[in-house]
């Protein structure tokens, strides 16, 4: 798999990476540690050298999970982590966190469940608003200086954060949704990334699922399945969204390629500082994710994409309107 740099320090990592929130929480029953396993090593094999976690998935669990799973060849590949959410012994997230204490025992405890001495790229999770984002980069630098962190990142933050934060610590990543049915980094973040030199990485890529094609408006979802509360989910908004996937299996039907192969695909061309995170619990999936690397789309292509999105209209927020309020805008 060909490799990407994510901001001006250059870290180094494969185009498309891991993520790995879902082996733990989010879509329903999780499945088995070993399976889990298997796959993020076979993720490995295939080349993908960026795996993604937080200590808030599980909690804490996804981290010794991915930990494990990548042991064999820790020096290999970059994981990225995340602080931020306060979390109660009940192992409930009960709100923001992100006090320069806090910060330290977040990383002090995903260092001890991932097994290593330094992680590779920290991110903030969600920005706090009773904490300035000057004292979240300056306690994140100290971290850098004393050799804890290696990398800092953002994650769902504003361009007006990110010029912050950057100030104070140079910003290596961003981490927020981006694909076809979620464009809005187009408009302030993607362009503060470009020109301050830092990687985006797009969390959902394939839209929670339904870029994939494999989600229809009677498709029911697990229990503990997140989507099953979403606004953007409900099967009146599904019925509504299903253009959007039928705009991807034509493009995919003269490509040889699949729904989600072309969604991954365009999001590769947009910026070559752009690294997507999908995620799967299935190798078949896993699969069919990577070949999207190999998926060629033109200069005409993109423009003839970008027409025929122009036309839609995607229906349902992302998240209800209690988590909306969280986002940083």
């Known amino acids: 798999m060909k490799t990407r740099e994510l901001g001006m320090a250059g870290l180094k990592v494969s185009e498309l990476g891991l993520g790995c929130m879902g082996f733990s929480q989010g879509y329903g029953p999780s499945g088995s540690r070993e399976d889990a396993i298997t796959l993020i090593r076979t993720a490995f094999d295939r080349g993908v050298r960026l795996f993604d976690t937080a200590e808030v998935y599980g909690p804490y669990s996804n981290e010794e999970l991915v930990g494990e799973a990548v042991a064999p060849f820790r020096d290999r590949v970059v994981v990225a982590t995340k602080f931020g959410f306060k979390i109660n012994r ?53 971290l850098i200086t004393e050799g804890k962190v290696k990398h800092f990142g953002l994650s769902e933050a504003s361009a007006a954060t990110i010029r912050a934060a950057n100030a104070v610590q140079p910003v290596t990543a961003v981490q927020s949704e981006y694909s076809l049915w979620w464009r809005e980094p187009e408009e302030h973040v993607l362009p503060a990334c470009g020109q301050l030199g830092i990687g985006f990485v797009p969390f959902s890529p394939l839209g929670r699922g339904f870029l994939t094609g494999k989600i229809s408006p009677s498709t029911e979802f697990a229990p503990g399945d997140m989507r099953a509360r979403l606004p953007r989910f409900t099967p009146q908004a599904r019925q509504a969204n ?48 990577l070949d999207a690397s190999s998926v ?34």
Not at 119 to 127: E, G, K, T
């Open 242 to 289: 299903q253009a959007v996937v039928d705009l991807l299996r034509q493009l995919g039907e003269a490509k040889d390629a699949t729904p989600a192969q072309i969604a991954l695909a365009w999001l590769l061309a947009q910026k070559p500082w752009i690294v997507p995170i999908p995620g799967t619990r299935k190798l078949e999936r896993l699969e069919e994710n």
């Open 90 to 142: 009940d192992g409930r997230q009960v709100g923001l966190d992100s006090r320069p204490e806090h910060i330290r025992e977040a990383v002090e405890g995903s260092l001890r469940r991932l097994q290593v001495e330094s992680i590779d790229l920290l991110y903030q999770h969600r920005v706090d608003p009773e904490v300035a984002i000057e004292d979240v980069a300056g306690t994140v630098r100290e």
């Open 296 to 329: 060629s789309l033109s200069a005409e292509d993109l423009l003839a994409i970008d027409a025929a999105a122009s036309g839609l209209r995607i229906e349902g927020a992302r998240y209800p309107e209690e988590l909306e309020k969280t986002i940083d805008r």
